[in-house]
């Protein structure tokens, strides 16, 4: 996440980075976001922000935030169609294939 510039934690004289508590709770909200399958270069503009939840209370970013999370859920429902579509293929595949199995039986059983 450093390499993308979603968190910049400060260095020792060593060179070994120093986490902070904001920086840690940064990368939750990142983790969050890349579980609800933004790409960092969408996360970005809203970290660079400064504006990870409304409870931060920087409202600037409320328009790209608010476009953001709409582009994505509406990514989010074409995804869930699209796994509803593949769920009911499925069911009927498997329902075919019982029939056929079932056939089988009885004309093995004859």
Not at 18 to 41: H, M, P, S, W
Request: aromatic content about 6%; charged content about 35%; proline content about 3%.
């Amino acid at each position: 996440m450093s390499k993308k510039k979603l968190i910049q934690p400060s260095r020792e004289e060593n060179g070994y980075r120093v986490y902070e508590e904001q920086d840690i709770e940064r990368v939750k909200a990142i983790q969050l976001f890349l579980d609800i399958g933004l790409k960092t270069d969408e996360i970005r503009p809203v970290i660079a922000c400064g504006s990870i939840e409304p409870m931060d209370g920087n409202w600037d970013c409320a328009d790209s935030a608010i476009t953001l999370y709409e582009e994505q859920l509406l990514k989010t429902r074409q995804q869930i169609e699209q796994l509803e579509n593949s769920k009911r293929h499925l069911q009927e595949l498997i329902e075919f294939w019982h029939t056929v199995k079932e056939r089988q039986n009885r004309i093995n059983e004859q």
